[in-house]
């Protein structure tokens, strides 16, 4: 990966039903070459118009640890902006939050 930089595709969305809490479903993306899985996306409670879901990165229960989670804060962002365009634009097309 010299000097390219990692970006975020093959975002898929996987619904449940809505939690008490927020939570909606979870995605599964590509980025930098690593397939991530079952991160949670739940909803804000106060959305704004760039963001409406916040992500949250699988954890071991064993150990109470991340099993993975982005290293920095732009990386964070990076990734959750993406999710929540593509979660956006489902909407827009109502697809509602359905798999891709």
Known sequence: M???????SDIRFHPINPSEKGLIGFV???????WLK????YTL???TDKRQFRLVYPRN???NRNTYHPIN????????????????????????LCES
């Open 38 to 41: 079952d991160i949670a996306v």
């Open 45 to 47: 409670r106060h959305p």
């Open 73 to 96: 804060e732009d990386t964070s962002k990076m990734i959750e902006q993406e999710v929540n365009s593509y979660l956006a634009v489902q909407l827009q097309k109502g697809e509602g």
């Open 2 to 8: 010299s000097g390219q930089i990692p970006v975020v």
């Open 61 to 63: 229960k064993a150990t």
């Open 28 to 34: 599964s993306l590509l980025y930098a070459g690593l």
